[in-house]
């Protein structure tokens, strides 16, 4: 069975989540009907205001966790932000919860509008990105429609995993594979990096640096591919620790843990998190490679080289630089990350997907 908890703030909010309630499970089963789907209502506001997204998604998942469901939907009357704009609906794959905000809902057709709303949250909790009116053919369509269901029948059937941590691990990982991809998918870790401005312009100073800097070149020369490689690990390395601990990303199982599907989610949530973080710090490895390189070429010349090195050079040389450039660069993206606020690594680690059609109408 899977356990949707409605937490509604009191008021207006709590009014609808009522009216909703019974009616939300058949729109959810006819379009997600591999799943025994149940309702639970829990009126709460969570958080006080002024809040912002991440503070409000983050106390919806410690509801999550104490009741023991399996999704969150919190329908809130807070005017609610990220760094990128206003609030209208959006949903966390990796913390199983989705915020609606009832002002975004207008003032006609609220209570159809909110079960839509809520229907298509669900869809983007089991890690469904783009919506059927995505410019995609019939063949894509129904592709990720058997994925779709296929995520819905895992989370249904959580494996009862051994008491052992690895145990747990390898049960989570390959009883919810699929629900794992789709979480890690709805993420985009591949941008992770893109949306923290601070650490990108400190890995790109950093890089540049490095590629004027003549005591680099020699650096380059005389370190070889194994402590090259070395440096590599060790950067990305500092990357991953810096947001996985910086931010507290880490979640914890709580203390009173209700049932024994809670291990299973909290190792889930950590799993894709790490995933999403080594992604995009191999992301911005790549990236920086590629430009580290094209500059190379363009600003340090093979005849350049030789002169501070004074022997012949050529593009293993070049290769090098670049190399440990990138490296540099991206150890000054692991200071520039350690730079943002929790707030900043949270929105660019959680990719939280907006609801397009109520944005549209908004």
């Known amino acids: 069975m899977i356990v949707i908890g409605l937490v509604a703030s009191p008021g207006p909010a709590a009014d609808l989540a009522q009216s909703l309630l019974a009616d939300l499970t058949g729109p959810i089963s006819v379009r997600l009907p591999d799943g025994d789907w149940q309702m639970r209502l829990a009126v709460d506001r969570l958080v006080d205001a002024p809040a912002d997204l991440n503070r409000l998604v983050a106390a919806a998942r410690r509801r999550l966790l104490d009741e023991g469901w399996q999704m969150a939907i919190c329908i809130t009357d807070l005017p609610l932000a990220t760094q990128r704009g ?66 819905t029948r895992e989370l249904n059937e959580l494996p009862v995993s051994e008491s052992r941590a690895v145990g747990l691990i390898t049960g989570v990982v390959t009883g919810n594979l699929r629900l794992l991809l789709g979480m890690l998918r709805a993420n985009r870790p591949w941008r992770l990096v893109s949306r923290l401005s601070r ?142 606020s929790d707030e900043a690594v949270r929105e660019a680690a959680y990719h939280y997907q907006p609801d397009n059609e109520l944005s549209a109408d908004r």
């Open 86 to 151: 206003p609030v209208v609906a959006h949903a966390s794959a990796t913390h199983a919860v989705a915020v609606l905000s009832l002002p975004a809902l207008g003032a006609v057709g609220v209570t159809r509008r909110a079960a839509d709303a809520i229907v298509r949250l669900v869809k983007a909790l089991l890690g469904e990105v783009d919506s059927e009116n995505a410019d995609l053919n019939d063949r894509a369509i129904r592709r990720r429609r058997v994925a779709l269901y296929r995520r």
């Open 199 to 340: 650490a990108l312009v400190a890995a790109l100073a950093v890089d540049i640096l490095a590629l004027v800097t003549s005591d680099i070149w020699r650096l380059a020369n005389a370190l070889g591919a194994v402590r090259l490689s070395i440096l590599t690990v060790g950067s990305l390395l500092a990357v991953v620790l810096s947001l996985m601990f910086g931010a507290s990303l880490w979640e914890r199982v709580p203390p009173r843990a209700a049932g024994p599907g809670i291990r299973q989610q909290v190792a889930l949530f950590n799993i894709v998190t790490i995933l999403t973080v080594v992604i995009g710090a191999v992301a911005l490895y790549g990236a920086l490679v590629m430009l580290t390189a094209m500059g190379v070429l363009v600003m340090v010349p093979a005849g350049l080289i030789a002169a501070v090195l004074g022997h012949s050079a050529g593009i293993g040389d070049q290769v090098q630089l670049a190399w440990l450039a990138s490296s540099l660069g991206t150890l000054g993206g692991a200071l520039g990350a350690g730079l943002e």
